[in-house]
């Protein structure tokens, strides 16, 4: 796959998952500190997993890492909600926080 070919794929990919979890997760983070700071922690941990596999924050690491995320939880059961309008993000689990922190990555580096 060339480059600009996986550009498009990841671009493809985290504006699925910004519609699925990230607009009204982040703006629920906005107006919750607590969900803010269980964000901020997970996405600490995606830094510091792709500083590890010695790979920058781009649309291509971010999308490959949401993508691992997913695959994980698919084979033990889990489904990412469709539509998270009705999620009770206080008590979102660790999977919808991690993709979120990739959302809120993506948008801290202007990679959206």
């Excluded at 607590?34 to 781009?58: K, N, P, Y």
């Excluded at 649309?59 to 691992?68: D, G, H, K, N």
Aim: aromatic share 2%; hydrophobic share 50%; proline share 2%.
């Amino acid at each position: 796959m060339t480059h600009s070919a996986r550009v498009l794929t990841a671009h493809a990919v985290l504006d699925q998952l910004m519609a699925q979890v990230g607009v009204d997760g982040l703006v629920a983070a906005l107006r919750n500190p607590g969900l803010l700071a269980a964000v901020d922690q997970h996405a600490a941990t995606v830094r510091e997993s792709l500083r590890a596999a010695d790979r920058e924050i781009s649309i291509v690491s971010l999308a490959s890492y949401a993508r691992s995320v997913l695959a994980a939880q698919t084979r033990c059961g889990y489904t990412l909600p469709e539509n998270s309008a009705g999620l009770d993000w206080a008590r979102a689990d660790a999977t919808v926080l991690r993709l979120l922190a990739v959302c809120l990555l993506a948008e801290e580096h202007g990679l959206l």
